[in-house]
């Protein structure tokens, strides 16, 4: 099974500055027949269903801003949130989709400084 | 527009079991994989299962294998999740979530989900 790992467990950020949030798979997750990073982001806000985010590791889903931007290969990745905005507030979650059981980090709460 | 509205939860004794169900619409729900996705009170996600777009494919996590069975009933455009020896650990918000036409995909759409509690 491979194992998600995110960094940190929590995180304040000033409105306006660059938030990071860090992910690491326990084994690739690169599909080297594709090319291709099987890790995705999700944001959660309280009350609510995880929102996709990102894909493939840095592709934008349809209607998320671009102050949202993804990165990393093979076992290490990095969300980033590049002006943090009031309504950024919420639960950041990193997954692998790369083989079953898929598996979520444990969760990044991220809050306004 | 895409829609999936989970039911079936509520309070039920431990070792007795539960039947969530999973309407999709506003797509052709036959054409995707769709999964269980739960969380515990104050935890993270954790996937359960997933069924194939057809119905052919199963896969569980380890916590769940042997006591729950994920299904869908392609007439009606709804999935099932039959929990059987319930547990505390069990306790959740149910979700659940569309792939897509291969397993290999992100979870692109989720519904509200519904709560269940295992307690006597």
């Known amino acids: 099974d491979i194992v998600m790992t995110q960094s940190p467990d929590s995180l304040a950020v000033s409105l306006g500055e660059r938030a990071t949030i860090n992910c690491k798979s326990g084994?690739?997750?690169?599909?080297?027949?594709?090319?291709?990073?099987?890790l995705a982001w999700y944001q959660q806000k309280p009350g609510q269903p995880p929102n996709l985010l990102i894909y493939?590791?840095?592709t934008r889903e349809s209607g998320v801003p671009d102050r949202f931007s993804g990165s990393g290969s093979g076992t290490d990745f990095t969300l980033t949130i590049s002006s943090l905005q009031a309504e950024d507030v919420a639960v950041y979650y990193c997954?692998?989709?790369?083989?079953?059981?898929?598996?979520f980090g444990q969760g990044t709460k991220l809050e306004i400084k | 527009q895409v829609q999936l509205v989970e039911s079936g939860g509520g309070v039920v004794q431990p070792g007795r079991s539960l039947r969530l169900s999973c309407a999709g619409s506003?797509?052709?729900?036959?054409?995707?994989?769709v999964h269980w996705v739960r969380q515990a009170p104050g935890k993270g996600l954790e996937w359960v299962a997933v069924?194939?777009?057809?119905?052919?494919?199963?896969y569980y996590a380890d916590s769940v294998k042997g006591r729950f069975t994920i299904s869908r009933d392609i007439s009606k455009n709804t999935l099932y999740l039959q929990m059987n020896s319930l547990s505390a650990e069990d306790t959740a918000v149910y979700y659940c979530?569309?792939?897509?036409?291969?397993?290999?995909?992100?979870?692109?759409?989720w519904g509200q989900g519904t709560l269940v509690t295992v307690s006597s």
């Open positions: 506003g797509f052709t729900f036959n054409n995707y994989a």
């Open positions: 979530a569309r792939g897509h036409y291969d397993f290999w995909r992100p979870f692109d759409y």
């Open positions: 084994q690739s997750i690169l599909y080297n027949s594709n090319n291709k990073n099987y």
């Open positions: 493939w590791a840095s």
């Open positions: 997954q692998q989709y790369y083989s079953t059981p898929y598996s």
């Open positions: 069924i194939s777009y057809d119905g052919s494919n199963k």
